[in-house]
Nanobody, 124 residues
Framework: EVQLQASGGGLVQAGGSLRLSCAAP????????IGWFRQAPGKEREGVSC????????YYEDSMKGRFTISSDNASNTVYLQMNNLKPEDTAVYYC?????????????????WGQGTQVTVSS
């Protein structure tokens, strides 16, 4: 079974920063678009950010632009999500995902693999 290992969540005050990590098997890291979705209590799951493996282009939901940065490390097969200037509305469980299309679709339906989720809590 493919495993995406997500980590890095925690409790932080508003304005603070966290870095999430997603470690993937090599073949996933090389060919799949890897990104993050999140789900807040009582809300639907939504896309956060993604990095395409076809052209290494990053993708961000509008509310994250300028605050979040996605990057990847080829040596460790890991995708990182640096989250700065966090807001209470960023509180959610964050899921690492992998899309075999290789491009960032932003669609839950096309994600073939999901990590276990990591909790991010931002206090006001």
């Amino acid at each position: 079974e493919v495993q995406l290992q997500a980590s890095g969540g925690g409790l932080v005050q508003a304005g603070g920063s966290l870095r999430l990590s997603c470690a993937a098997p090599r073949y996933i890291f090389e060919d799949y678009a890897i990104g993050w979705f999140r789900q807040a209590p009582g809300k639907e799951r939504e896309g956060v950010s993604c990095i395409s493996r076809r052209d290494d282009s990053p993708y961000y939901e509008d509310s994250m632009k300028g605050r979040f940065t996605i990057s990847s490390d080829n040596a460790s097969n890991t995708v990182y999500l640096q989250m700065n200037n966090l807001k209470p509305e960023d509180t959610a469980v964050y899921y690492c995902t992998a899309d075999p299309w290789g491009y960032c679709s932003g669609s839950i339906a096309t994600q073939a693999y999901w990590g276990q989720g990591t909790q991010v809590t931002v206090s006001s």
